[in-house]
């Protein structure tokens, strides 16, 4: 893996919490390697714009089967509300954290 300047963060254990969601203000990457780097990348939930591509992550799946008919138009509102509800609360709890 290339070296870059925000590595320093990326090493620091403080900016990972659980082990597995970093959360990190002075890393301006969005999408950052994972840990162990094999693993694949994550986002970087610090940033305001993670929360917009885990959204839209998470209705380019959904969109398609909606329309595909494989979920019910009543079920998708459910889906949907359910998953943005989390999306909000999970979104201030890290923030909270990053404090």
């Known amino acids: 893996m290339k070296s870059t ?3 320093i963060y990326w090493n620091d254990g403080k900016n990972w919490k659980w082990h597995l969601i970093y959360v990190c203000k002075d890393d301006l990457r969005i ?5 162990p780097t094999w693993a694949g990348r994550t986002l ?14 998470i209705l380019a799946i959904t969109v398609p ?6 979920i019910d ?7 949907f509300a359910s998953v943005i509800a989390g999306i909000i609360i999970f979104y201030y709890r890290v923030q909270l954290y990053a404090k």
């Open 73 to 79: 138009n009543f079920l998708w509102g459910g889906i």
């Open 65 to 70: 089967a909606v329309f595909l008919g494989h």
């Open 5 to 7: 300047p925000y590595d």
């Open 31 to 35: 999408i950052v390697p994972k840990k």
């Open 44 to 57: 970087n939930f610090a940033h305001p714009k993670s929360y917009l591509v885990l959204l839209l992550t």
